[in-house]
């Protein structure tokens, strides 16, 4: 594999204090999706706009998944350093705007901007690994990252039980603004500026436009389904044909390019596409567990709200012991292969053993279990961006970044739509259905670990 010179100088050094500002604007873009949902009955009780519960959650969704595709395109054009510095000060500026938000309906204009800097620093923390470090160091860097995740997920319930409880909700968006400095005091001056010969073409404005329309409609058809339609009603078929639509216009559109917002050359490489189908993979099984188990927990065997958030941090922690594991693991041997495969049949097996045990299920086994799936989850969270990041050209690099990021986030909007409509209610048929659905996703990654390498150069 060929070493990459991404924009900036290439792979250096990366201090600890810059590494620790990109986990903290990492974690406190993750906090903000899982904290609000818990916390958002709450909230619209509180600001009157229980009709439009759903509209600042959709629009976060929404703008973030968006800004996260445009990203690198932005990074390569204007440099990281602006773009993530940008990012920053948007998602602070507005989490001060959401907490002063009068109704339900200018939070969620708020949110829509929050959603933009919130996908820009996801994004810009996993494009950093491309343009700051090489090949093999980015196992430890993205294992860390990972773990951000399995933390936002525990942590952002926890607050948002909280709020349920009496915590006034305004403090879900104060909260961000301490943490939003520190992460900019540490990592807003050590990340790479532009890239060479960015000034020549400028950012993709006709990609970027059509780009954006595509994801759009994409996104909206699964977030969506289920609460304002079903998956077989006219609504989900015109957003899919209109999908359909903007990704043929966008092949046309970013053609003979030099610097796309999408390349669309990324689709003939398979590892690249290996990639992304494993973070699709990998983000549906988490978002089955997230959004799931909670209820299966409460519903399904009693348990109180605040008791079922604390019988997931096993999960969590396996997670955690995952991601960081197989970060040291690709580091010292390279084999991203071996990785992508292990991940896959630890989700097989948790989730088939979850689809099999639905009717006898019990806390303690339900725990046992998660901790399983999480540990699959952890070991595969980094192979997506590991696998497009070498598998690209180096000019692509952070592009194709950006482009995982926005599959991983995609197979989570997926997957929650397919929980909501397998199971409306929790019942054991519900549960199987469920995790039926993740043995398919796993099998699924499984079949794409096939095009990965067997072993990354260093």
Known sequence: MQKE??????PRAVGKSTVAGLMLALFVAALDSTVVATAMPTVAAALGGEDHYAWPMTAYLVASTVSTLLCGGLAFSFGLRRVYVAGLALFAASSALCAAAPTIEVLAAFR???????????????IAAAMMLAPRDRGPYLGAASAMYGIASVVGPVIG????????????FIVNLPIAVVALVLS?????????GA?????DVSGGVVASLCVLSLVLAFSLAGSAFSIGSPQFAV??????????????????KAAPTVPTVLFRRGQVVAGFASGFCVQFALMAGVTYLPRLLQEGLGMPAASSGAVLIPMTLALMVGSNSSGAVFRATGRLRTIAAASSLVLLAAAATFAAMSPVLAVASSAAIAAALGLGVGVGMSVSNLAAKTGAEPADAGRATSMAMFFRGFGGTVSTAACGMLAPTVTAAGTSSVFGAVCVAALAGLVASRFIPREIAS
């Open 5 to 10: 010179t991404m924009p900036g100088s290439g």
């Open 112 to 126: 829509l901007l929050q959603g933009i800097g919130g996908g820009v620093l996801e994004a810009g923390v996993f």
């Open 161 to 172: 039980g909280a709020v349920a409880q009496g915590l006034s909700w305004h403090i879900i």
């Open 188 to 196: 807003g001056r050590c990340l790479p500026g532009r890239a060479p």
């Open 199 to 203: 000034s020549r073409g400028g950012f």
């Open 239 to 256: 957003l899919v044909a209109l999908f359909l639509v903007f990704a043929a216009a966008l092949a046309r559109v970013e053609r003979g």
